[in-house]
């Protein structure tokens, strides 16, 4: 079975190669960007101006294969990959939550960007945290790394 | 450009028709269900089973077309399609942050569903409340529908 998707749009950020990025969004609040919807999506951007933060799901298009079993930026042990956020995913689709600063017309302005320059995006949806609100949540092997995310930059170990 | 996906795996869920349904997975606590992971990937899940909540990316297989003004269900007035968490988008890509009970080989049993049974599931990440941790966040036309997404069930109207 195969899924076909066209991209609404493209990120356009400071970021043309995958070392030396933010590993999180949370680690790029400096970091600005401008997204482009395309002309035919741009009517469904209404109301989205209300919204101080937005989730972006784009496809990481550097990506050309997979490894099942990955050391991630956060830990020097070996992890199945569904366990951490590495790119080289079977369907390589990024996720981030980032800061809605202004939209005129077809042109999204945003911070906390942490992903390649020309990204296709393949969806906005509004965040909200009430959504995604859990008690009790247990991190994993992320535990040993907590606060971490914020600093941490890639290397080039996914290229 | 188009960008072509094929499922990990296939999520096995109560639910066969889009009424009456749960909107988020906050308000499906009680609704369990299997998500099927395909062989090839089973390695991948490893060190998954420390997390309590996975956030699953999957694809709205019933949608066949989009619309860029809605009526969400949280609401009554049209909004623009990419401020809501409406069905029939271009890229109808699904995200559900849900509990993760157990892992028996390739078999994860899951609470939280609010996706049709048979839904292909394209994507799993670790939830981690820091990566997408925010301050001073605002949600937007949500704010007047706050915590009603946990009860509110939905009709017909994305058929």
């Known amino acids: ?6 991209p609404i749009g493209t990120i356009h ?3 043309n190669d995958i070392k030396n990025m933010p590993i999180q ?6 970091v600005e960007g401008k997204i482009e919807i395309r002309q035919e999506f741009m009517e469904g951007l209404q109301d989205l101006d209300g919204f101080s933060h937005i989730i972006l799901l784009y496809h990481l298009h550097k990506v050309k294969s997979h490894k099942l079993v990955v050391i991630p930026f956060l830990d020097t042990q070996p992890r199945g990959l569904f366990s951490t956020r590495a790119p080289k995913r079977p369907n390589p689709i990024g996720l981030s939550v980032v800061k809605l600063l202004k939209i005129e ?14 990204t296709p995006l393949l969806d906005i949806k509004p965040y909200v945290p009430e959504f995604e609100r859990y008690e009790s ?5 992320v535990e ?11 290397d080039d170990r996914f290229r």
């Open 137 to 141: 949540i247990k991190i994993g092997w």
């Open 1 to 6: 079975m195969e899924i076909i998707y066209t």
């Open 105 to 118: 017309k077809n042109i999204l302005c945003v911070s906390h960007l942490d992903m390649l320059d020309g």
């Open 144 to 154: 040993n790394a907590r606060g971490r995310a914020k600093k941490q930059k890639s």
């Open 13 to 15: 950020t400071p970021f």
């Open 25 to 30: 969004p949370t680690g790029a609040s400096h």
